[in-house]
């Protein structure tokens, strides 16, 4: 989160570029199918972020396995 949330804050990416930045882009970059994109049929993992860019909650396979709260 700390890469995402400096992107946004110090340098002035935008949320949605950020978010393509740190996963769909690197995953097509490592040729990994399936990775990187919330759609049908694609890999159920991913980070939940607050209002300041930090991880609240990681979900693995669609289960949820960490919670911050």
Known sequence: DRAFRNMVKMVGVSVVDAARLCATNAAQELGL???????????????????????????????EIYSRT
């Open 33 to 63: 199918d399936g990775v990187g994109a919330i759609a049908p049929g694609m890999n159920a993992d991913l980070a939940v972020l607050d209002s300041e860019y930090r991880v609240s909650s990681t979900f693995v396979d669609g289960r």
